[in-house]
């Protein structure tokens, strides 16, 4: 419960800050203000220097593409291509899509660092270095065609977002500077203080978006986002890592990012790009408080594996 009280209840309350402030407030434009800061500034701050603070091995990027990268890719592809049999809207189909595939690396941290110490926060940060560039691309590129509609401009648009994200920017730097040795001393505090505000205002900005009162298709939206990341990917995750050759620590570490709720960068980003910011922020919330339970039941499982 020290884990549940110190990582995910923070989320939770900031969370309720955003939605009750949304209520006390209303649409003001400070909230514009505050989306195009987490976007542009601070979460790209928070990727690069957690990228490049990452001690990255080339033998730790097999066990972490085949349990985590490999299934990713298969459930967006498998989202994308279902679509119309599922009747959903593109918006819809973007909202579920990063639901099912993004994760709270603020919550893994905390995770990781009360089950191994020093090691899982190691073992967490470079399973995230390999997977947020990753989960990021498919993101970044389905939001970015389902805007363009037509296929050749979409293709364009896929490009040029991709080029100009400032997520994908942050990753690519993150692996510079990791290149280079690591933040530079100098630039270190900078890029602390701006990391610093990304989880808090990313909440409460997927909290000023939350709608509870939900439309059957939203429903079926948060279950299926639900299903696939808290349950399905944590599985195939468990799986996966039984036939492989690795510690308790990368073990541990590749389960818990499969099994992390989405994050609240992902609503601004649906804003960003015209995507269904309420489906996704609703998607994130109800994640977020059932993860309470259902990450500490993976992790119990694959302990027992």
Not at 25 to 54: D, K, N
Not at 72 to 81: D, E, I, K, R, S
Not at 169 to 176: F, I, K, R, S, T
Not at 268 to 289: E, F, H, K, P
Request: some cysteine; glycine content about 10%; hydrophobic content about 55%.
């Amino acid at each position: 419960m020290s884990v549940v009280g110190s990582a995910v209840v923070p989320v939770v309350l900031a969370i309720a800050l955003g939605a009750g402030a949304r209520r006390v407030v209303g649409p003001v434009s400070a909230w514009r203000g505050l989306e195009w800061l987490t976007y542009y500034c601070f979460t790209p701050a928070m990727i690069a220097s957690a990228i490049g603070a990452a001690e990255l091995r080339a033998g730790a990027f097999p066990p972490i593409l085949l349990a985590l990268g490999l299934p990713t890719v298969v459930v967006a592809a498998a989202l994308v291509l279902l679509r119309a049999p599922m009747r959903q809207d593109e918006p819809a189909t973007g909202a579920v899509l990063q639901g099912s595939i993004r994760f709270n690396a603020y919550l893994g941290l905390a995770y990781s660092s009360a089950l191994h110490g020093a090691a899982g926060t190691a073992g967490f940060a470079v399973t995230a270095a390999v997977m947020v560039p990753v989960v990021n691309a498919l993101s970044v590129g389905t939001l970015a065609a389902y805007q363009a509609r037509s296929g050749a401009s979409a293709i364009r648009a896929v490009a040029r977002e991709m080029a100009g994200n400032p997520l994908i920017l942050g990753c690519l730097g993150g692996v510079a500077l990791n290149l280079a040795g690591g933040v530079p001393s100098l630039a270190e505090p900078v890029f602390s203080m701006l990391a610093g505000p990304a989880v808090v205002c990313g909440a409460i900005l997927t909290g000023t978006a939350l709608q509870w009162q939900l439309r059957g298709p939203d429903l079926v939206a948060i279950a299926i986002a639900s299903t696939l990341k808290l349950l399905v990917l944590p599985t195939i995750a468990i799986i996966v890592t039984l036939h492989l050759d690795v510690d308790t620590v990368v073990r541990d570490c590749l389960v818990l990012v499969s099994a992390l709720p989405a994050a609240p960068s992902a609503y601004v980003l649906a804003v960003r790009l015209g995507g269904d910011g309420r489906l996704t922020a609703s998607i994130t919330g109800v994640q977020t408080l059932l993860s309470v339970i259902t990450m500490p039941c993976m992790l119990a499982l694959v302990a027992l594996t």
